[in-house]
């Protein structure tokens, strides 16, 4: 039996897709979230709705270790990798900025964004602006399963950047809560944003 889906946890969802929206990173029904509900259980967005305007049966609860039930996000399988990975993780957000979107075709061959010097790195966990941050990237794949298995092989048990981008796709961040989470978008975005108007400025 499939746990309630809790009201708190989809106002948490539905809070964080009007922000994602408003900031112009989910255009065209782009983007999906997730949120722990219990150590077996996640809460996932619909496939295709629109994610600034997201209403209760918007939302369903599904079982981290079972197959993905139709109808939800297309890419729920790189949802529950993360949850199966890390027990930690309590909220995963992904959404469609155009630095990532730029920047991950820009490196993909190098497979990293590297970014250095940068006050925000500590959005992000490092102690210090003096030091390098290098944001994965992956090859974008529409096969979402074997793609969330290459994502937590390269990943492994301890990732040193809680996010990744896709090549020509988008990014992924995540946290233990919904606000570590947004706050770990947030700081990557930043940092890709400054990377990208730098090499525009060069
Ligand atoms: C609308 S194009 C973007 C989609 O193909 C996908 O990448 C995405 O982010 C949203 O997929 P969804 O199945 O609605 O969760
Ligand atoms: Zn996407």
Known sequence: MLPALPGAVVEEIAAFGRYAASRGWVPATSGNFSRRVD????AVTRSGIDKGAIAPGDVAVIAIDEPVPPRLSAE???????YRSDAAVGAVFHVHT??????????????????DGLEMHKAIGV?????????????????????AARVEARLGADPAVPGYLLAGHGIYAWGATAADARRHLEGLEFLLACHLEERRLR
Request: glycine share 2%.
């Open 39 to 42: 150590a077996r259980h996640a």
């Open 76 to 82: 729920t399988p790189l949802h529950l990798a993360r």
């Open 98 to 115: 155009v630095a990532a979107t730029v920047l991950s075709r820009l490196y993909e061959r190098e497979g990293v964004v590297r970014t």
């Open 127 to 147: 102690r210090t602006h003096e030091s390098t941050v290098e944001i994965p990237i992956f090859a974008n794949d529409q096969d979402t399963f074997a793609l």
